[in-house]
């Protein structure tokens, strides 16, 4: 594994973990388990993933070997989102330091996606089987692509924010979590803060496409609004928040509802910061 290969292994678990740490009302933490998974699962399904996700090759032999390994570690999907999303983040950032721009050099990434990408995602898609997951009139994950994984993902951008980013170069990555994390980071020394804000900005956002899916446009929107008043508050130490926090994490996890999409841009987002730091030295460390 050369030293820059190894470098995007560790942001990737890095930024699992970092995501894990934070208090994520309705999402799993290491504060509270939930929806039949662990904060251990997550954990398990990084390290597994790491090394799948930064093996040389397409974005679709990524993304698959990456749920397989998750698989074989935890025997569930844990993380089909997350691989997702960072398979072409990481891809981009093997071939980012000679520009050192991983914006632009993910776009280049995700403009040339195949019908061979498509067909692999589509089968990590069917073994990971989803909640929600039905069949769909055009592009089924569960028949042969017969279009580039690019279109495929345009033809779900509308009902899927994860499908949204491969239509829209991560632009909520980019311009919505790297924004909010930047801006933590610059009030608060503490991580989970940073994390919280990222989860919470992309939470009032727009309405979780999981929790859509899941259980309708009407109930997403409320969560979207809850988040945004909570965000609106959000100061001060994290401990002091922890009470109001966890109250509202049972309350999502007892009625069965999970931010999952938001809780997978978090990921992304971390794991796009730390790579984008990581970028100015690679050329010299491999």
């Known amino acids: ?32 388990d939930g929806h039949r998974m662990t904060a251990a699962d997550f954990e398990r399904s990084a390290v597994a993933a790491a090394g799948p996700l930064t093996v040389p090759g397409s974005v679709g032999a990524r ?21 997702l999303l960072c398979a072409p983040l990481a891809a981009a950032a093997e071939e980012a330091p000679a520009s050192r721009d991983l914006r632009s050099q993910l ?20 073994r990971a089987s989803p909640a929600g997951l039905g069949r769909a009139e055009h592009h089924d994950v569960f028949a042969p692509a017969t279009v580039t994984l690019g279109a495929a993902m345009a033809e779900a951008a509308g009902r899927d924010r994860i499908a949204q980013q491969y239509v829209n170069d991560f632009a909520d990555v ?25 989860y919470l900005g992309y939470l009032a956002a727009f309405a979780d496409s999981h929790i859509v899916r899941k259980h ?42 999970n931010p999952g999409t938001s809780a997978d841009l978090t990921v992304a987002t971390l794991f796009a910061y730390r790579v984008g730091c990581i970028l100015p030295t690679a050329l010299k460390s491999d």
């Open 107 to 126: 776009a280049r990434v995700l403009a040339r996606l195949d019908v061979e990408d498509a067909n692999l995602a589509f089968r990590a898609i069917v």
């Open 1 to 32: 594994m050369t030293a820059l290969r190894q470098q995007i292994a560790d942001a990737f678990i890095a930024a699992c973990r970092d995501e894990l740490q934070a208090p994520k009302p309705g999402n799993v933490h290491v504060f509270s």
């Open 216 to 257: 309708g446009p009407v109930l997403a929107e409320q969560v979207r609004a809850q988040a945004a008043m909570l965000r609106k508050r959000m100061a001060g130490n994290i401990d002091d928040l922890l009470p109001e926090l966890m109250e509202w994490d049972t309350a999502l996890k007892e009625a069965g509802i």
């Open 63 to 83: 993304i698959f070997g990456a749920v397989e390994a998750t698989f074989e570690a935890v025997g569930a999907n844990t993380n089909l989102g997350i691989v």
């Open 174 to 198: 980019f311009e919505i979590g790297e924004t909010s994390l930047r801006a933590a980071m610059a009030a608060s020394s503490d991580q989970r803060m940073a994390t919280l804000q990222v």
